[in-house]
């Protein structure tokens, strides 16, 4: 069973445009992540989301919303696409406590292109 | 200035060889460090971790953190070709939020 799955893997689409990618986890944690990786293969936060608290990167354009309708979910949902939103954009989950080990599980990512 | 730098490579070896792999960073608060490997078209997996100063050994895998530098390190002894990837580092402080290098993509070469 996949731990992360990520919907849909490929996601090519044009400016302007409005679209959502879904994120599921199985795992029964409570924090889910959302980041973006560019074609350097920087990986970066965007969102941090437990049932209590959406912590957001300040640097992250509020074109983009994670939207969580239940626990095991977060959806990340984009307005007005740009070319500069292509990217790999990967889920992530992990306990809700840091504790010593809060070891992320990610998904497999969804490549997005913009046109 | 990035809080973790990391050295993209490419870097080739051939099999067999040790290879060290290498972050610095800037945030003294950071307590938690890890390495994730990434392999082509797939999400990051976690590989080994530390908490604070000291070395970690996992089968061919060593990852050495000196908090007085701000220096992590891993180590891949006998590497195989399939151990190639890009490999990340990873840090935190107290809080969930991971920073990640760059990645150093590896190839070895049978």
């Known amino acids: 069973d996949t731990a992360v799955s990520q919907t849909p893997k490929y996601l090519v689409t044009q400016m302007g445009n409005d679209k959502s990618i879904k994120c599921e986890q199985n795992?029964?944690?409570?924090?889910m992540y959302w980041y973006k990786q560019d074609s350097k293969k920087f990986l970066k936060i965007m969102f941090s989301y437990n049932n209590k608290e959406l912590i957001i990167n300040e640097t992250v354009p509020n074109r983009f919303s994670p939207k969580s309708p239940d626990k095991a979910h977060l959806n990340l949902h984009i307005n007005s696409l740009e070319l500069g939103d292509s990217a790999v954009y990967f889920c992530?989950?992990?306990?809700?406590?840091?504790?010593?080990?809060?070891?992320?599980?990610f998904g497999p990512g969804t490549r997005l292109t913009v046109t | 200035q990035k809080e973790v730098e990391q050295d993209p490579g490419p870097l080739s070896v051939p099999e067999g060889a040790i290879v060290s792999l290498n972050c610095t960073y800037s945030n003294s608060a950071f307590q938690y460090f890890m390495w994730y490997r990434q392999y082509s078209r797939k999400g990051p997996e976690l590989l080994m971790y530390t908490y604070s100063s000291g070395n970690k050994e996992d089968g061919r895998f060593t990852a050495q953190v000196d908090k007085s530098s701000k220096y992590i390190s891993l180590f891949i002894r006998d590497s195989q070709p399939s151990d190639s990837a890009t490999y990340l580092c990873a840090m935190r402080t107290g809080a969930n939020n991971l920073f990640f290098g760059t990645g150093t993509r590896l190839t070895v070469i049978p």
């Open positions: 795992l029964g944690h409570d924090t």
């Open positions: 992530a989950s992990s306990p809700a406590i840091a504790r010593e080990v809060s070891e992320q599980y």
